[in-house]
Nanobody, 123 residues
Framework: QVQLVESGGGLVQAGGSLRLSCAAS????????MGWFRQAPGKERDFVAA????????YYADSVKGRFTISRDNAKNMVYLQMDSLKPEDTAVYYC????????????????WGQGTQVTVSS
C-alpha cells in the first residue's frame, strides 16, 4: 500500500524558514513525479513545486520561486521542501503527492497524496 507521510509543519514568523519532509513507501517511485501542493482555508489546492524522481529538473509556482527549494533523496525515499523567507500568505496545509503522466502543476496528475501538514506564518 502506497503511503506518503508529511512532517515538519508548524508555526513560524514571517521571514522565517521551515523544512517539510515527505516519506514515501509502498512501491517503487523511480518513474514518479513528486510534488508539493498547498490548500488555504476556503481556497483550492494549489501547486507549489515538483521534482521527477530520476531527473534533476525542478518546477515551481511563481509565488514561491526563489524562496522554496524542492529536493529528494532517492536512497531514503524522501522528498523535501525547504521554505525560506516565509510570508503570511504561505499559510496553508501542505500536501505531498506522487504521480506519473500529465501536467506537472495539475492536481489530477497525481495518483497518491499524503494527509497534509499545517504551516502557519504569523505577521
Amino acid at each position: 500500500q502506497v503511503q506518503l507521510v508529511e512532517s515538519g509543519g508548524g508555526l513560524v514568523q514571517a521571514g522565517g524558514s521551515l523544512r517539510l519532509s515527505c516519506a514515501a513507501s509502498g512501491r517503487t517511485f523511480t518513474n514518479y513525479l513528486m510534488g508539493w501542493f498547498r490548500q488555504a482555508p476556503g481556497k483550492e489546492r494549489d501547486f507549489v513545486a515538483a521534482i521527477p524522481w530520476i531527473d534533476i529538473n525542478t518546477y515551481y509556482a511563481d509565488s514561491v520561486k526563489g524562496r522554496f527549494t524542492i529536493s529528494r533523496d532517492n536512497a531514503k525515499n524522501m522528498v523535501y521542501l525547504q521554505m525560506d523567507s516565509l510570508k503570511p500568505e504561505d499559510t496553508a496545509v501542505y500536501y505531498c503527492a506522487a504521480g506519473r503522466n500529465g501536467v506537472v502543476a495539475a492536481a489530477p496528475t497525481y495518483d497518491y497524496w499524503g494527509q497534509g501538514t499545517q504551516v502557519t506564518v504569523s505577521s
